[in-house]
C-alpha cells in the first residue's frame, strides 16, 4: 500500500507526477502561446468556470449558449480539457450521470493572467481554489439539484413574466452557491445561509424609443434531510437578516424565499418550520412559496410550472406573482450584479498582462492554488491510514465515491441509528447481498461501524459518515453528534450521534419498532397499490403543546402514513414489551387524550392520525382495552385496534389480525375470534372539509422472542 507523505495530499501515479513536473515551470512564450490559441468562446467558458466550479456540459449551454450552439460547446470544452486547461470528474452521486469540469491550476493561472488579475486573489473571490472545491464535492447531491432549478428559471424566465403581450428579454443574470452572510441582530453577531440566490435581469420595452432593466431575486432554500431543526434554523435566520439595522433602509425590498421540498413530507416539514419560526420570533413570516419538486429523475425542471404555495397562508400562487423590482441594495453583498454574462470579453494584448512582465525566456513558477485530478485522489480514498479519518480532503472526496444505495443508506441511518442488514434491505427495496456490499465499502471508508447486541448486530456512524452528512448539508457536526463518553473504546471516533446512546439502552425495544416497519414495508410492496409513505421516531414526532399556562408533551415511539390508493392513512406507534402496568397505560392514554383534545392537529392543518395496539399476549391486550376504554371513551373519534406479536409473526401486519379496541358492548375481545380484521381495509375514509376526524393509537407491544 502507498504511504501517504503530507497530510492532506494523496499518493500520485508516476504519470501524474510526471505531468506536474512539466506543468509546474512554463515560459512567458509557452503562456502566450496557449493563450493565443484560445477563441472567444474558450475564455468565455473559462470565465464560467472560475465562478461556477463543477458543471456539467447543459450547464455550460445555459451560461454561453448565446454565442455558441451545443456542438460547438462540447466541442470546446473537449479542447480546453485536452490543453490541460479544464479537468473533469464523473462522480457516482444521484442525479449527476454526466461529467463535470472545472478548471485545473493552469487553467487558472492562464484566465488570471488573460482579466489583469493576481491568480491566488481570483481564484479566493469565486472559491476556486482547493479550498472551494472540495467545500463543494459533498454538496454535489443539493447543487446539483439548484442548478437545474435554476437553468430553468433563466431558461423560462422571459415566457413566464410575458404581460400583456409584452414579451421581456432576460439580459443579464446571476447566480450564487451556498450564500453566507454575517450581520448584527438585536445586539448579536448572527450569519445566515441559503442554498442558493439567483438574480434576473429582465429588460422590458416601454415605448418605440424607451427601455427599461429591472432586477429580481430569490433565495432557494433545499436540503436531503427530513430535518425540522435545521429547517428552522436557516429560516430563523433570514427572518433576523430581514429584521436587522442594516436592512433598515431598504427594509420593504426583501427578496422572497423559494423552498424545494424533495417529498411531500418533507413539505410538511418546511411548511411547519415556517410557522414555528414566525411564532417563535413572534415576526411576520418569510415572503416566499414552497413547491415539492417531481419524483423520479428529470434533464429539465421548469421551475415556474411547479405548484407553488405561500410560505405566510399556504395558499396555491404563480412564482411570478412573487417577484418584485428590487434594487442593488436589496441583495446578499457576495453577489455581484455588475458582472453580467452578457459583457464582451475585453480584448487583450498578450504583451499586457501581468505573467509578460517576465523576461521571455525566464521560466514561470505556478504556486499550486489547485491540486486538481480529484477523480484519481478519490479512488485512492480506502489507502488513507486510519489515524486520518478525519481529514477534510478524505471527507470532501467522499462525496465522489459514494453511489445513490449508499448514500440513502447513509441518510437513512441518521434518521434511525441501530438498523440491521435485513431491516436495511427491506426499508430500501434492496436485496440483502446488494445492501451487504454497499454496507462493506462504506465499512472500509470508515463511515459505518458495526455494533453486536442482545438483538443481533446493528449499524451505526462514525464520526467519518457522521463528518460527511455533516459536509453535505452544510450542518455544523455539534447539530447531529455528541462526543462519545467511552472514547477509550471507540479508538476510531469519539463523535457519537445523538440519541443513540438512548436508543442503544432500550435495543429491543428499539429493533421492535423497526422490525415492525421493515415487515409493514415489504407486505404492502406485495400488494397493489399500497405503500408505506413515510416513518418517523425519536424527537421528530414528538409534539410540545401548551393547554392553558402549563406545557404539554406527547411522546410517541413513531408516527407513520400508509396509502392505500389514493387514501393516505396515518397511525402512531407505541412500543411496550409487556412492561406496562395499568398506572402506565393509563398515563399514556391520557397524554393522547390531551393532545387530541388541545386542537394542535387543527392548528397544524393535518389530519388526527390512526390508532393501532400490538401487545405480546391476551393478556396484556385485554389490559390495554380496559385502560383505554375508560381514557378515550369520551374523546371525540377514538378508536383503539389491538393484535397480539404471535399473530404479527405468523401471519404479518396487512393479515386479518386486528381486533377494534373500543367495539360496542355486545363484541368480546378473543383471540382468533372472526371479529378480527384487516386494519386498513376497514378504517373509513377521512373526509378533510368534516368537523369529526379519526383516530389512532398505534401502542405496538411486541416481544422480539415470543
Not at 152 to 177: C, S
Not at 545 to 561: H, I, K, M, S, T
Amino acid at each position: 500500500m502507498n504511504k501517504r507523505t503530507t497530510k492532506g495530499t494523496f499518493p500520485m501515479p508516476e504519470s501524474t507526477r510526471e505531468r506536474r513536473r512539466t506543468g509546474r515551470k512554463l515560459t512567458a512564450e509557452a503562456l502566450t502561446e496557449i493563450g493565443a490559441s484560445l477563441t472567444d468562446v474558450d475564455w468565455r467558458l473559462l470565465h464560467w468556470l472560475l465562478r461556477y466550479p463543477l458543471q456539467r456540459a447543459d450547464d455550460l449551454m445555459v451560461g454561453v449558449g448565446r454565442w455558441a450552439s451545443r456542438a460547438t460547446v462540447y466541442r470546446h470544452v473537449q479542447a480546453l480539457k485536452a490543453k490541460g486547461l479544464v479537468e473533469s470528474v464523473l462522480p457516482k452521486t444521484p442525479g449527476t450521470g454526466k461529467r463535470l469540469y472545472y478548471l485545473s491550476n493552469l487553467g487558472l493561472y492562464l484566465l488570471a493572467r488573460h482579466l489583469e488579475k493576481p491568480a491566488r486573489q481570483l481564484a479566493r473571490k469565486w472559491q476556486a481554489d482547493e479550498v472551494g472545491l472540495l467545500r463543494l464535492l459533498p454538496r454535489l447531491p443539493t447543487l446539483l439539484v439548484l442548478q437545474e432549478v435554476v437553468n430553468g428559471l433563466v431558461d423560462y424566465a422571459a415566457d413566464a413574466m410575458t404581460t400583456q403581450g409584452r414579451r421581456p428579454r432576460l439580459v443579464r443574470w446571476n447566480w450564487q452557491r451556498d450564500v453566507t452572510h454575517r450581520f448584527l441582530f438585536r445586539e448579536q453577531n448572527m450569519r445566515f445561509f441559503a442554498d442558493g440566490v439567483i438574480a434576473l435581469c429582465v429588460r422590458t420595452q416601454q415605448s418605440e424609443s424607451s427601455m427599461q432593466d429591472q432586477w429580481y431575486g430569490l433565495f432557494i432554500l433545499s436540503t436531503e434531510l427530513d430535518d425540522e431543526q435545521l429547517m428552522r434554523l436557516r429560516l430563523e435566520r433570514l427572518v433576523c437578516w430581514k429584521e436587522s439595522p442594516e436592512r433598515w433602509s431598504f427594509y420593504q425590498h426583501m427578496l422572497p424565499v423559494l423552498i424545494l421540498a424533495r417529498s411531500q413530507r418533507q413539505r410538511d416539514h418546511w411548511q411547519r418550520a415556517v410557522e414555528t419560526t414566525a411564532l417563535k420570533l413572534r415576526l411576520d413570516p418569510l415572503a416566499g412559496a414552497l413547491a415539492c419538486l417531481p419524483l423520479g429523475e428529470s434533464t429539465s425542471v421548469n421551475p415556474w410550472l411547479l405548484n407553488w404555495r405561500t410560505l405566510a397562508s399556504d395558499e396555491s400562487c404563480h412564482l411570478q406573482d412573487l417577484l418584485k423590482p428590487l434594487p442593488h441594495k436589496a441583495f446578499p453583498p457576495s453577489l455581484w450584479l455588475e458582472e453580467g454574462e452578457d459583457e464582451e470579453p475585453k480584448a487583450r494584448s498578450p504583451s499586457s498582462a501581468s505573467a509578460a512582465t517576465v523576461s521571455s525566456g525566464t521560466p514561470t513558477r505556478l504556486g499550486r492554488l489547485l491540486v486538481g485530478n480529484v477523480a484519481e485522489r478519490a479512488a485512492q480514498v480506502s489507502q488513507v491510514a486510519q489515524d486520518e479519518m478525519e481529514d477534510r480532503e478524505v471527507i470532501a472526496l467522499l462525496g465522489l465515491r459514494l453511489t445513490p444505495c449508499q448514500w440513502n443508506i447513509l441518510r437513512l441511518l441518521l434518521a434511525h441509528p441501530l438498523l440491521s442488514d435485513q431491516e436495511l434491505a427491506d426499508l430500501l427495496d434492496i436485496q440483502r447481498r446488494s445492501v451487504r456490499c454497499s454496507i462493506y465499502e462504506l465499512h472500509q471508508l470508515d463511515c459505518l461501524e458495526p455494533m453486536a447486541t442482545e438483538v443481533g448486530k446493528r449499524w451505526h456512524l462514525c464520526g467519518r459518515g457522521l463528518r460527511l452528512i455533516a459536509a453535505s448539508s452544510r450542518l455544523h457536526i455539534r447539530n447531529i453528534a455528541v462526543e462519545s463518553d467511552d472514547a477509550a473504546k471507540r479508538e476510531t471516533s469519539t463523535l457519537l450521534q445523538r440519541g443513540e446512546a438512548w436508543l442503544l439502552q432500550r435495543i429491543g425495544h428499539t429493533a421492535g419498532i423497526y422490525g415492525f416497519f421493515a415487515s409493514l414495508t415489504q407486505a404492502a410492496r406485495r400488494e397493489p397499490e399500497q405503500a408505506l409513505s413515510w416513518w418517523e421516531t425519536g424527537v421528530v414526532c414528538e409534539r410540545r403543546y401548551r393547554v392553558g399556562e402549563q406545557w404539554c408533551n406527547l411522546r410517541p415511539d413513531a408516527l407513520a402514513e400508509f396509502r392505500v390508493g389514493s387514501q393516505q392513512m396515518r397511525f402512531w406507534l407505541e412500543w411496550d414489551r409487556g412492561t406496562m402496568n395499568a398506572r402506565d397505560l393509563s398515563v399514556k392514554f391520557t397524554s393522547y387524550a390531551s393532545y387530541i383534545a388541545s386542537r394542535e392537529l387543527a392548528r397544524e392543518g393535518s389530519v388526527l392520525p390512526l390508532l393501532v395496539c400490538i401487545v405480546p399476549d391476551i393478556a396484556q391486550e385485554r389490559r390495554m382495552r380496559r385502560v383505554a376504554l375508560a381514557k378515550l371513551t369520551h374523546t371525540s373519534g377514538a378508536v383503539l385496534w389491538t393484535t397480539t406479536a404471535v399473530l404479527l409473526k405468523e401471519r404479518g401486519p396487512l393479515a386479518s389480525i386486528w381486533l377494534q379496541g373500543i367495539p360496542p358492548r355486545s363484541q368480546a375481545a378473543q383471540s382468533g375470534s372472526s371479529l378480527r380484521q384487516c386494519l386498513f381495509d376497514v378504517i373509513p375514509t377521512h373526509d378533510p372539509n368534516a368537523n369529526h376526524t379519526l383516530v389512532a393509537l398505534a401502542s405496538l407491544t411486541a416481544d422480539r422472542h415470543p
